[in-house]
């Protein structure tokens, strides 16, 4: 996708494009996602030097933190409701 550049550097427009195939209410949603986890992109930095890690996980945080601020706005048209997904949209761990 191009969107991960040298020193670990998220551009948010790179991911635009690859965006338009979805409806506008769930585009807009990811978008807001993916600004909100740019902006803190330095916080992620600094956890993954914190690691210690040989490789880098910087690309996988960052979709992680995508994936759950997307997860958290979900549009109405979109959500299945159910006992896992309500608890884990609350923010309730699940325990085995």
Request: charged share 20%; proline share 5%.
């Given at each position: 996708?191009?969107?991960?550049?040298?020193?670990?550097v998220?551009?948010?427009?790179?991911?635009?494009?690859?965006l338009?195939?979805?409806?506008?209410?769930?585009?807009?949603?990811?978008?807001?996602?993916?600004?909100?986890?740019?902006?803190?992109?330095?916080?992620?930095?600094?956890?993954?030097?914190?690691?210690?890690?040989?490789?880098?996980?910087?690309?996988?945080?960052?979709?992680?933190?995508?994936?759950?601020?997307?997860?958290s706005?979900?549009?109405?048209?979109?959500?299945?409701?159910?006992?896992?997904?309500?608890?884990?949209?609350?923010?309730?761990?699940?325990?085995?």
């Amino acid at each position: 996708m191009g969107v991960l550049k040298a020193n670990d550097v998220i551009e948010p427009e790179q991911y635009y494009p690859y965006l338009a195939k979805f409806d506008p209410a769930y585009r807009e949603v990811v978008k807001n996602a993916i600004g909100s986890c740019a902006s803190i992109q330095d916080d992620i930095r600094r956890d993954v030097q914190n690691m210690g890690a040989a490789c880098s996980a910087f690309g996988i945080l960052f979709y992680v933190c995508v994936r759950q601020v997307t997860f958290s706005n979900c549009p109405a048209d979109r959500w299945q409701s159910s006992h896992i997904c309500d608890k884990i949209k609350q923010g309730v761990p699940m325990c085995g």
